[in-house]
């Protein structure tokens, strides 16, 4: 069941992704081209980025591809490191409780004035609808991440360390390196002595 909610969420992000270059890329065409274009098209756009970042937000943190800076954390015990964890979730929580609230007000009035997009014969309230929704999204993937780490399943977030993964790019890039030098010193070894050879013979 899982995988199949991951494959819906992958697909919509997909979605809203292409959409959106679809629609700037006509509308690149459309003005360079033909010379008109479509007055709507960067509202549109607009609103496809919107979704695609509060969508996208809640399943990066649901995957824990988030960009994290644990050095100081990780300077404790695991015990520690689970304590500090779930104090930053609370943070979190708070946080997105909080911005949902403002957000859900703020859908609320936009419905009661009932005004229409900018360049869209669309109410503002249905486009804007994403914002409590990501809040909310978000606020469960957090509450899915606290409890395994209330469960000891985790010790941490696990977002992206990208310092670790520079490190370890370094490090293999390093070792690439010293294995084509090694491959070419012995190649060159067997080339001086082939050489070698073929002179000797050559003389006698």
Same mark, same amino acid.
């Given at each position: 069941?899982?995988?199949? %909610?991951?494959?819906?969420? &992958?697909?919509?992000?997909?979605?809203?992704?292409?959409?959106m270059?679809?629609?700037?890329?006509?509308?690149?065409?459309?003005?360079y $081209?033909?010379?008109?274009?479509?007055?709507? *098209?960067?509202?549109?756009?607009t609103?496809?980025? /919107?979704?695609?970042?509060?969508?996208? *937000? *809640?399943?990066?943190?649901?995957?824990?591809?988030?960009?994290?800076?644990?050095?100081?954390?990780?300077?404790?015990? /695991?015990?520690?490191?689970?304590?500090? @964890?779930?104090?930053?979730?609370?943070?979190?929580?708070?946080?997105?409780?909080?911005?949902?609230?403002?957000?859900?007000d703020?859908?609320?009035?936009?419905?009661?004035?009932?005004i229409?997009?900018?360049?869209? +014969?669309?109410?503002?309230?249905? %486009?804007?609808?994403?914002? +409590? $929704?990501?809040?909310?999204?978000?606020?469960?993937?957090l509450?899915?991440v606290?409890?395994?780490?209330?469960?000891?399943?985790?010790?941490?977030?696990?977002?992206?360390? &990208?310092?670790?993964?520079?490190?370890? &790019?370094?490090?293999?890039? =390093? %070792? @690439?390196?010293d =294995?084509?030098?090694?491959?070419g =010193?012995?190649?060159?070894?067997?080339?001086?002595? @082939?050489?070698?050879?073929? =002179? @000797?013979?050559?003389s006698?």
């Amino acid at each position: 069941m899982s995988k199949y %909610i991951d494959y819906i969420e &992958e697909g919509f992000i997909a979605f809203l992704l292409t959409a959106m270059t679809v629609v700037t890329f006509s509308q690149v065409v459309a003005r360079y $081209i033909f010379n008109s274009g479509a007055v709507w *098209a960067l509202e549109l756009t607009t609103y496809l980025f /919107a979704w695609l970042v509060m969508f996208g *937000a *809640a399943f990066c943190v649901k995957k824990g591809v988030h960009i994290g800076i644990d050095a100081f954390v990780n300077l404790f015990s /695991a015990r520690t490191r689970q304590y500090l @964890t779930l104090l930053a979730i609370s943070f979190c929580l708070l946080y997105c409780a909080i911005l949902f609230k403002g957000s859900w007000d703020y859908i609320a009035k936009l419905k009661m004035i009932g005004i229409e997009a900018e360049d869209m +014969p669309i109410e503002e309230w249905k %486009i804007k609808i994403i914002l +409590p $929704i990501g809040f909310a999204l978000i606020f469960f993937r957090l509450l899915e991440v606290a409890w395994k780490v209330y469960k000891g399943e985790i010790d941490s977030m696990h977002f992206v360390n &990208e310092t670790k993964e520079l490190i370890d &790019e370094m490090e293999y890039a =390093s %070792i @690439t390196e010293d =294995s084509n030098s090694t491959e070419g =010193s012995n190649s060159t070894k067997g080339s001086n002595s @082939t050489k070698d050879s073929n =002179s @000797t013979k050559g003389s006698k």
